[in-house]
């Protein structure tokens, strides 16, 4: 009975930390855009795991529309994002938890993750975390309704611990891996990370949604080889190794007494 309690609880730690990593159709996502600015131009490239936004415009959004997208808690997104230019200075990024059409909502609620590249008052350099909640449909115009600047409805909650003032570097690729369930944020940069948000620190459980590509004012931005793992869904308790070796030792002492 011993054995196969241990045998149950060592099979449960590996399934809960084994990956799912799989690389992501990027053909089944879509475009968001301002109204006065259309959707961007979000071109997916050969092999379908990465796209290019190639126009310097409003803040645009490309997202996984798929029926399997549309609820990514408890995913991690992972890839590599570059500038192809050296051209101008502006936004990148991300968003999570995002809807269709969210980005002209009356009463939206998601997540951005975004990245500038040098200070250009009132915006300044460097990875941030927002959370856009509230009426969006005044934020049409260029650098206006907080996009420029993380003003309400765009709420900035944190900055990279290493690169919230620092701008990402032309030509030169980072690779990314985006947590989100209902209750953290992480956001990692070549295996650094940067951002850790939680439920706790927010005082509510994260609503539910896509991920997605986020773009503002920054033309030719490269997200490449996309894949997506399945998080495990319960984490595992700080104590477990100490837990297992109790078991063992317990289970000795029964062969012992036996």
């Not at 869904?233 to 029964?254: E, H, I, Q, S």
């Given at each position: 009975?011993?054995?196969?309690?241990?045998?149950?609880?060592?099979?449960?730690?590996?399934?809960?930390?084994?990956?799912?990593?799989?690389?992501?159709?990027?053909?089944?996502?879509?475009?968001?855009?301002?109204?006065?600015?259309?959707?961007g131009t979000w071109t997916v490239q050969t092999g379908?795991?990465?796209?290019?936004?190639?126009?310097?415009?409003?803040?645009?959004?490309?997202?996984?529309?798929?029926?399997?997208?549309?609820?990514?808690?408890?995913?991690?997104?992972?890839?590599?994002?570059?500038?192809?230019?050296?051209?101008?200075?502006?936004?990148?990024?991300?968003?999570?938890?995002?809807?269709?059409?969210?980005?002209?909502?009356?009463?939206?609620?998601?997540?951005?993750?975004?990245?500038?590249?040098?200070?250009?008052?009132?915006?300044?350099?460097?990875?941030?975390?927002?959370?856009?909640?509230?009426?969006?449909?005044?934020?049409?115009?260029?650098?206006?309704?907080?996009?420029?600047?993380?003003?309400?409805?765009?709420?900035?909650?944190?900055?990279g611990t290493n690169l919230g003032s620092t701008g990402w570097n032309d030509l030169q690729?980072?690779?990314?891996?985006?947590?989100?369930?209902?209750?953290?944020?992480?956001?990692?940069?070549?295996?650094?990370?940067?951002?850790?948000?939680?439920?706790?620190?927010?005082?509510?459980?994260?609503?539910?949604?896509?991920?997605?590509?986020?773009?503002?004012?920054?033309?030719?931005?490269?997200?490449?080889?996309?894949?997506?793992?399945?998080?495990?869904?319960?984490?595992?308790?700080?104590?477990?190794?100490?837990?297992?070796?109790?078991?063992?030792?317990?289970?000795?002492?029964?062969?012992?007494?036996?």
């Amino acid at each position: 009975m011993m054995k196969k309690l241990i045998a149950m609880t060592t099979t449960a730690v590996l399934l809960a930390g084994a990956a799912h990593a799989a690389p992501v159709d990027l053909t089944g996502w879509a475009e968001n855009g301002l109204p006065n600015n259309g959707a961007g131009t979000w071109t997916v490239q050969t092999g379908n795991d990465s796209v290019i936004q190639s126009q310097n415009g409003n803040p645009t959004v490309f997202y996984d529309a798929t029926v399997a997208g549309a609820n990514a808690q408890g995913k991690q997104l992972s890839g590599s994002i570059e500038v192809l230019t050296g051209g101008d200075d502006d936004f990148i990024g991300f968003v999570l938890g995002y809807q269709a059409n969210e980005i002209n909502s009356t009463n939206a609620d998601f997540w951005l993750i975004d990245w500038k590249q040098n200070d250009q008052n009132p915006a300044v350099d460097g990875l941030a975390l927002s959370h856009v909640s509230g009426d969006l449909t005044g934020t049409s115009g260029s650098g206006t309704g907080g996009w420029w600047n993380h003003a309400a409805p765009i709420n900035e909650v944190a900055r990279g611990t290493n690169l919230g003032s620092t701008g990402w570097n032309d030509l030169q690729e980072y690779n990314f891996d985006l947590t989100f369930t209902n209750n953290l944020i992480e956001v990692f940069v070549d295996g650094v990370l940067e951002i850790s948000y939680s439920s706790a620190t927010h005082g509510s459980l994260f609503t539910d949604g896509a991920f997605g590509f986020y773009n503002f004012s920054q033309s030719q931005v490269k997200y490449a080889g996309i894949t997506e793992d399945v998080l495990p869904p319960v984490p595992l308790p700080a104590g477990l190794p100490l837990l297992l070796a109790g078991l063992g030792a317990f289970g000795l002492v029964c062969r012992r007494n036996a």
